[in-house]
T-cell receptor, first 110, second 113 residues
Framework: GEDVEQSLFLSVREGDSSVINCTYT??????LYWYKQEPGAGLQLLTY?????DMKQDQRLTVLLNKKDKHLSLRIADTQTGDSAIYFC??????????FGTGTKLQVIP | DTGVSQNPRHKITKRGQNVTFRCDPI?????LYWYRQTLGQGPEFLTY????????KSRLLSDRFSAERPKGSFSTLEIQRTEQGDSAMYLC???????????FGDGTRLSIL
């Protein structure tokens, strides 16, 4: 079945870049996502990438996809304290259910 | 666009009681999804609707769980005879079509005493 794995915790200093990594197993994944979850809140869609793309940039966010290795990363440039949250990597095939990783807790140190 | 709305935000109930949650998707989104998230985990898919038709159900959705979307707009998720293990955040998401990402509500947190 589908599986998405990511590291549990990342700590960075304010102003540095953060890189959150994720691996997935489903070779038929067509969409890969990054969601952000703040305490007590739902999931906020940050960005997503189609599987036929290698990279997508959106302001401070850069997504890199290595389809061969089934590896996805999210880079946050100039990380701010407001970026502290849990970041979920996720994948889906078409319109079907989204499979999430366990989340990476990002701690930004002032 | 007011976003996906879920009610109530929190529900505390005794074991064995029935509970019902409501989700109002983003207007004109014809796909609606339910997920469950337990502490320290990512959301897990429960079921989804296209308009009023329930098209897929996860094996996580035991026979105590039932979801409906009678008019293809809002949806309800009912849990009968709640158990301790049902304590979780129940998240609803919607999307306008099969090629668009899902947008999530803030969830309903269920606590079983």
């Amino acid at each position: 079945g589908e599986d998405v794995e990511q590291s549990l915790f990342l700590s960075v200093r304010e102003g540095d870049s953060s890189v959150i990594n994720c691996t997935y197993t489903d070779s038929s994944s067509t969409y890969l996502y990054w969601y952000k979850q703040e305490p007590g809140a739902g999931l906020q869609l940050l960005t997503y990438i189609f599987s036929n793309m290698d990279m997508k940039q959106d302001q401070r966010l850069t997504v890199l996809l290595n389809k061969k290795d089934k590896h996805l990363s999210l880079r946050i440039a100039d990380t701010q304290t407001g970026d502290s949250a849990i970041y979920f990597c996720a994948e889906s095939t078409g319109y079907q259910k989204v499979t999430f990783g366990t989340g990476t807790k990002l701690q930004v140190i002032p | 666009d007011t976003g996906v709305s879920q009610n109530p935000r929190h529900k505390i109930t005794k074991r064995g009681q029935n509970v019902t949650f409501r989700c109002d998707p983003i207007s004109e989104h014809n796909r609606l999804y339910w997920y469950r998230q337990t502490l320290g985990q990512g959301p897990e898919f429960l079921t989804y609707f296209q308009n009023e038709a329930q098209l897929e159900k996860s094996r996580l959705l035991s026979d105590r769980f039932s979801a409906e979307r009678p008019k293809g707009s809002f949806s309800t998720l009912e849990i009968q005879r709640t158990e301790q293990g049902d304590s979780a955040m129940y998240l609803c998401a919607s999307s306008p079509s099969q090629n668009q990402p899902q947008h999530f509500g803030d969830g309903t947190r269920l606590s079983i005493l």
